[in-house]
């Protein structure tokens, strides 16, 4: 591979990073729902994520940064990935089908006082757009994290749109937009 392609792709990464950086829009998305994560662990709820694939993935990187910790040592923040735990996964999906994995697991834990923040880079996975009335109905505070177009999740609740059309450069950019807001809740919550 030749160095000008690796340009070519830090170059692209770096323009969207830039997008962000840009939009008063997002950049105030991103305080807000810092806000509503740092509200809700400070009432006693809990931080809950949902993804499929890279986006799985991406909940359960960002469920440990509130778990464990990421500027600091400190005492863990209440947080879960939907669909870390590969038996109930597996039998809900033999026994009500893939839409229900995270619904059924969101019907059991979530709680009004907690926050649910769906991650689909196209903002169109049937197993995250089944969760929004679950979500609704324990009201609680759903904030998700999508593509440029936020797909038919930005139909159902707040979004936040990375502004790209890549999935790559998308699930780059929830990581970044994750730890802002974890960072952010760590200072509100411990340094006061």
């Known amino acids: 591979m030749s160095v000008d392609k690796i340009k070519a792709v830090v170059q692209s990464s770096i323009d969207v990073k830039k997008a962000i950086y840009d939009s008063d829009h997002i950049l105030k998305q991103i305080a807000g729902l ?29 469920a440990a940064e509130f778990i464990s910790r990421l500027q600091f040592d400190r005492d863990p923040l209440a947080s879960v990935a939907l669909g870390t735990n590969s038996s109930s996964t597996t039998a809900i999906g033999n026994d009500y089908g893939y839409d229900q994995v995270f619904v059924r697991e969101l019907k059991a834990i979530g709680q009004p006082n907690d926050v649910f923040i769906p991650i689909t880079t196209s903002g169109n996975s049937a197993n995250i757009l089944a969760t929004i009335d679950t979500a609704k109905a324990k ?35 929830h990581i970044l937009i994750g730890h802002i807001v974890c960072g952010l809740v760590e200072d509100g919550y411990f340094l006061k």
């Not at 509503?36 to 993804?51: E, P, R, S």
């Not at 999740?153 to 699930?171: A, M």
């Open 34 to 62: 810092a806000d509503l994560c740092l509200q809700a662990l400070k009432a006693g709820g809990k931080v809950i994520f949902a993804g499929n694939g890279g986006s799985f993935a991406d909940s359960q990187h960002l």
């Open 139 to 173: 009201n609680m505070k759903v904030v998700g994290l999508t593509g440029e177009s936020g797909g038919k999740l930005k139909e159902l609740v707040d979004c936040i749109c990375v502004p790209s059309k890549r999935t790559e450069r998308i699930q780059e950019s």
